[in-house]
């Protein structure tokens, strides 16, 4: 079984949650944390990623605040969370090469782990599966988005975890 499908040439794996609308994908961990990251769609949308900075580690976040803030050559803006919780870890390697954004959206390219306060609330306002297959497919027809661009290293997520 295919741990991920297409949808315009855009990866997104079956496994993970969504949030369509600002395309912010979630995992949840085996530890019961929960990372975040930006998917194929807003990669592409974005272009070339050029720098990330994160809000504090160790504070809390309620949904829709501001835990990083990511520039590109197209763009700058907000990633707001979708999880409530207190923010445990971003990722050092993206504030060095935020172009890790572009090459691996959905692994080393990940943004910033959360200890959740209401997991379960939290991820009912998100969509996954067949849900996200078919939200994502009428975002791209509503807005008129073109087909994701990958760059050379682009890494296709081979497994399904969480």
Known sequence: MTSFTVVRNC??????????DEHIWVRVEENGEVTLGYTD????????MLHVTFRPVGKFYARGKVVAVVESSKWLGALRTPIAGILVATNEAVREDAGLINRSPYGRGWLV???????ERDLSDLVTG???????????EEKNLDDCVHCEGYEVPQEVSG
């Open 130 to 140: 067949e849900d996200a297959i078919r939200a994502y497919e009428a975002l791209m």
């Open 113 to 119: 782990r959360i200890r959740p306060e209401n997991l």
């Open 11 to 20: 990866v997104l794996p079956l496994h993970l949650y969504y949030k369509v």
């Open 41 to 48: 769609v807003a990669q592409t949308t974005a272009g070339g």
